[in-house]
C-alpha cells in the first residue's frame, strides 16, 4: 500500500500523490541527503529525528503520519521528519535547507483538509512542530495566552478551563490539531460567528522566515497600531512564508451558562426565516448556529457519532439546525430561549416541526458530537470529495441539489460509485460543507465535479474555500475567487519573504 | 367494556440531584467532601429510571395510571423534577431539605420513600430507582427500601417485562457470572442498570407542557421521618498519584521484571 525504499533521488523526482493534478517537482529545490540528515544530527536530539536515510533507516511506513494526510487522499514521500524542541533549532533548520535549497514543509497536527500539511513529491523535509508543546504564559485577568505552537488545541482548552476562560477557536478536530496550524491555516469551526476569526484574536506571532530569522512578533498588547500589521500576512499564509513557532492569543471567558438545542425542519425553506427569528430572539446569546441536511443526520447516526433523535422526533424532518447558546446568566438565557422555543412551536405556520433541548452537560456535548460527527461518519462511510464554499445562505440546498443533479446525469449516482451527495455547514458565517461521498476515488466522478462546482461557486461570487484554505488542492482554482492583480500581488509578497521558494512548495499559490 | 381484574399500575421514580457525571471533581481543601460549586444533574441511573418508566408507558399505555418523581433534597433540586417532567413523568414531589445540610442517606432516604407511598392515595405498584448515586456509590436505598416495605425487589436491571394481567413482572439482572432472569410479584422495587435503555433527549413539546405540570412541596416533619444522618464522614482524600510505567526493549526483558516483581507464569 505504502511505497517501498527508494534512492532519495528517484524519490524526490516522482510525484507520488494518486490524484489529478500533480505537482511538478521544483526544479529550484534538492531533496534531502545522507549528508543533511547528518547535518540535523548535529543541531538536533536523536528523538527528534525520523529519517530512512541511513543511518537512522526507518522504515518507510514509520514515517506515514507524516506523510499521509487525515483523508488519506495525498500521500507524500519525504525520507525525513524532523521534531525541534526549541524555536532556536528551528531556525537552525530553515537557515539550513535555505542554503541548501531543500524543501521544507511545515506540519502541525495533520488534520487539514486540502493536503497542505504533507509533502509533495520535492524530496521535502517534514518540520513537525509536536515537540513544542509548552504554554508559555497565561494572564487570567486580561484572557491573553501566550503557547508554543505545537500546543494541541483541546489542551489549550483544558489549560485555560480552571481559569474560566476558552478558546475563540474550536473545531472537529481539537484532540489532534495545533495552535500553530489553526493560525497558519486561519481556522473557522464552531465559535466564529460568536468570537470573530484568528486575524482578530491572535495578538502577536513568532515565527522564524524562510532565510531562518526568527521574526519576534509576539506580543500581548491589544492595541497597537506601529507600522505594517506583519502577523496577518502569517495568519491563513498555510505555511508558505515562514513557520509559525508561537502565538500570542486572546482568549474570551468562559461562558456561565450554555444551552443547546436541535431543531427539525420540515423543509430547507424554513432555515433562513429560523435564522433571522433566532438572530432577532436571542440575540447576544445566540453563539452557534450550525446546519445539516437529513443525510448528513442519518450518516453521523449511522456512525455512531452521538445519541440521536426519537424516531417520532425526526419524522418529516427535511434538515436539522442546531443552535447553541452561551450567556452570564443562566436563567436569562433559558427565559430567552423558552421565549423563542415557545414562538416557533405555536407560530401559525410553523417552521420547525419539534426539536430536543440539552437538559444535563452530558446531552450537550452529545449534541455537538452528532454535528461534529458528521466529519468523521462521511469518512467512515466512504471516499469524500470536500467542497468547503461561501454562498449565500439561500443558496445552500441548491448547490447540494445541483451538484447531485450534475452527478446523476454522467450517470455517477450508485451504491459503487456517489453513495451520497450532503451538505452541513455554519450558516451563521455563510459558509456550507459540501460533500460527495463516493465508494472510492474515480477520475470519473472528479472530472464531473470539478471545475463544475468551482465555477457553480464562482457564479454566486462564493469562495471555493471558505475555511479550509487552498493547501495543495485548489491551488488551480484560486482565480475563480481571486482575481489576477490579487493573485499577482500574493506571488510577489511570496517572492520578498521567500526567494528561493523551500517554505511549503507547491502550496497555496498556482 | 369488560370488568378487568387489572389494577391500573402507579409508578413512583424517585431520583437524585448529583455532580454532573461529566465533571472533573476535586476535594475540598478541608477534606471533608468535595467541592460543590460545579454543574449538577439528574443522577444517570435515574435518568434511565425515569426512562423506563416512561418507555414502560408507550408500551403499556392506559394501563399505566400515572409516573410520579420525587426528590430528597436542596431547593435546586426542583429542577431536576422538571427535567423528569419535561422526559414525561406526570408530576412531582419535592422532600426539601434546608440548602446547607448534609445529603440524605440511603436509609433515611428509604424512610422518606416508605412514608410516601403509604400517603399515596392511590398507592405504588411499582417503585423504580437507580441502581446507586454517583456521588455516594451507596447502592443501598432500593433494597432498603423493599425491606421496609417488604415487597418484592430486583436490582441491576438491564431489562423489564410486565404483565399487568398477573400483576407481575420478569427482569433480567446484570450478575458477576452474566444474566439472570427473575418473576417477581407485584407490588415491586426496582433498580436499574446501565444496559437498560437510553435515555430519551427532552423534546421542545414535552419541555413546554413540564411547565404546567404538578409538583408537590413536603419536608421531612409532614413524613414524620428523621433525615439526620447516622454516618460521620471522617476524612476524604484523592486517590495516590499514578506512578509512570516502564517501557522494555525486549520480550525478554519484559518477562525477567514480570519474575522480578513476584509474577511467575500459570501454565
Known amino acids: ?36 540528515l547528518a547535518y540535523f544530527s548535529s543541531i538536533l536530539q536523536p528523538s527528534s529525528i525520523l529519517s530512512t536515510l541511513s543511518p537512522s533507516k526507518l522504515p518507510a511506513s514509520e514515517l506515514d503520519p507524516y506523510n499521509t494526510d487525515w483523508i488519506g487522499r495525498y500521500k507524500g514521500t519525504s525520507t525525513t521528519v524532523l521534531r525541534p524542541r526549541t524555536t532556536q533549532e528551528v531556525s537552525e533548520i530553515v537557515k539550513y535547507c535555505n542554503e541548501k535549497r531543500i524543501g521544507v514543509v511545515p506540519q502541525g497536527g495533520n488534520t487539514g483538509l486540502v493536503g ?49 476562560h476558552i478558546m475563540p477557536v474550536d473545531l472537529g478536530a481539537k484532540g489532534s490539531c495545533q495552535i500553530g496550524g489553526n493560525v497558519a491555516t486561519n481556522a473557522g469551526g464552531l465559535r466564529l460567528m460568536r468570537y470573530g476569526s484568528l486575524h482578530g484574536t491572535v495578538l502577536g506571532l513568532e515565527v522564524v522566515l524562510p532565510d531562518g530569522t526568527i521574526l519576534d512578533l509576539l506580543s500581548t498588547l491589544r492595541k497597537d497600531n506601529t507600522g505594517y500589521d506583519l502577523k496577518q500576512l502569517f495568519i491563513g499564509a498555510e505555511g508558505t512564508l515562514g513557520i509559525i513557532t508561537g502565538v500570542s492569543i486572546l482568549t474570551p471567558p468562559a461562558p456561565q451558562a450554555s444551552n443547546n438545542v436541535i431543531l427539525a425542519l420540515p423543509s430547507f425553506e424554513c432555515v433562513l426565516p429560523l435564522f433571522k427569528t433566532a438572530k432577532r430572539q436571542l440575540s447576544e446569546i445566540m453563539s452557534a448556529f450550525e446546519y445539516i441536511d437529513r ?11 452521538g445519541r440521536a433523535l426519537n424516531d417520532e422526533d425526526v419524522e418529516g424532518a427535511a434538515c436539522f439546525v442546531l443552535i447553541e447558546t452561551s450567556g452570564g446568566k443562566r436563567e436569562h438565557d433559558e427565559e430567552k430561549l423558552n421565549e423563542l422555543l415557545e414562538t416557533l412551536m405555536t407560530a401559525d405556520k410553523p417552521i420547525i416541526n419539534t426539536g430536543v433541548m440539552s437538559q444535563t452537560p452530558a446531552q450537550f456535548a452529545s449534541m455537538w458530537a452528532l454535528r461534529e460527527g458528521v466529519t468523521e461518519a462521511v469518512s467512515k462511510e466512504g471516499k469524500a470529495y470536500k467542497y468547503d464554499i461561501s454562498v449565500p445562505l439561500s443558496s445552500f440546498k441548491d448547490v447540494v441539489d445541483v451538484t447531485r443533479e450534475r452527478l446523476r446525469e454522467k450517470g455517477l449516482l450508485g451504491p459503487k460509485a456517489v453513495k451520497h451527495v450532503i451538505g452541513y455547514g455554519h450558516v451563521g458565517d455563510g459558509n456550507l460543507h459540501l460533500n460527495v461521498v463516493a465508494d472510492a476515488y474515480t477520475p470519473e466522478i472528479e472530472a464531473a465535479l470539478e471545475p463544475f462546482v468551482y465555477e457553480l461557486v464562482a457564479k454566486y461570487k462564493g469562495s471555493i474555500s471558505a475555511e479550509h484554505g487552498v493547501g495543495v488542492m485548489k491551488t ?28 511549503n512548495p507547491g502550496k497555496v499559490l498556482p | 367494556m369488560r370488568p378487568s381484574a387489572v389494577r391500573l399500575l402507579n409508578v413512583l421514580v424517585p431520583i437524585k440531584r448529583t455532580i454532573d457525571y461529566a465533571v472533573k471533581i476535586r476535594v475540598n481543601p478541608q477534606q471533608t467532601g468535595v467541592d460543590t460549586n460545579v454543574k449538577h444533574s439528574m443522577n444517570p441511573f435515574d435518568e434511565i429510571a425515569v426512562e423506563e418508566a416512561v418507555r414502560l408507558r408507550e408500551k403499556l399505555k392506559d394501563a399505566v395510571k400515572s409516573i410520579k418523581v420525587i426528590t430528597i433534597g436542596p431547593p435546586k433540586a426542583s429542577e431536576t423534577l422538571r427535567t423528569a417532567l419535561a422526559m414525561g413523568a406526570d408530576a412531582g414531589i419535592h422532600v426539601e431539605v434546608p440548602e446547607a445540610s448534609p445529603s440524605p442517606e440511603p436509609l433515611g432516604v428509604a424512610k422518606a420513600l416508605q412514608a410516601v407511598i403509604k400517603r399515596e392515595k392511590e398507592g405504588v405498584d411499582l417503585v423504580i430507582l437507580g441502581k446507586q448515586a454517583i456521588d455516594d456509590d451507596a447502592g443501598q436505598t ?103 510505567g516502564q517501557k522494555v526493549e525486549s520480550v525478554d526483558e519484559l518477562v525477567q521484571k514480570l519474575k522480578d516483581a513476584g509474577i511467575t507464569a500459570v501454565a
Open chain 2, 142 to 244: 432500593g433494597q432498603m427500601l423493599a425491606g421496609l416495605m417488604g415487597w418484592s425487589q430486583a436490582t441491576f436491571a438491564s431489562k423489564i417485562v410486565v404483565d399487568t394481567e398477573k400483576k407481575e413482572a420478569s427482569v433480567t439482572r446484570e450478575i458477576d457470572g452474566g444474566l439472570e432472569e427473575i418473576r417477581c410479584r407485584l407490588p415491586l422495587v426496582l433498580t436499574t442498570d446501565l444496559r437498560l435503555n437510553e435515555p430519551r433527549y427532552a423534546s421542545l413539546p414535552n419541555i413546554m407542557k413540564a411547565k404546567k405540570k404538578p409538583i408537590e412541596k413536603l419536608s421531612a416533619s409532614d413524613l414524620g421521618v428523621d433525615l439526620t444522618p447516622i454516618l460521620e464522614t471522617l476524612k476524604v482524600t484523592e486517590p495516590p498519584k499514578r506512578t509512570g
Open chain 1, 295 to 305: 443525510t448528513a443526520y442519518d450518516l453521523a447516526v449511522k456512525h455512531g457519532q
Open chain 1, 116 to 164: 497542505g500539511s504533507v509533502p509533495t513529491g520535492s524530496g521535502e523535509v517534514v518540520v513537525n512542530l509536536g515537540n513544542m508543546s509548552n504554554v508559555r504564559h497565561f494572564d487570567a485577568v486580561s484572557g491573553i495566552l501566550v503557547a508554543d505552537a505545537g500546543c494541541v488545541l483541546q489542551s489549550l482548552t483544558d489549560y485555560i478551563a480552571p481559569q474560566n
Open chain 1, 476 to 503: 488551480h482554482a484560486l482565480h475563480y475567487s481571486k482575481s489576477n492583480t490579487a493573485i499577482e500581488m500574493m506571488k510577489r509578497i511570496k517572492q520578498v519573504f521567500d526567494p528561493n521558494g523551500i517554505m
Open chain 1, 1 to 36: 500500500m505504502f511505497p517501498t525504499r527508494q534512492a532519495a533521488r528517484r524519490l524526490a523526482l516522482q510525484s507520488s500523490r494518486r490524484w489529478s493534478h500533480s505537482v511538478a517537482p521544483s526544479p529550484r529545490l534538492n531533496p534531502v541527503t545522507e549528508k543533511d
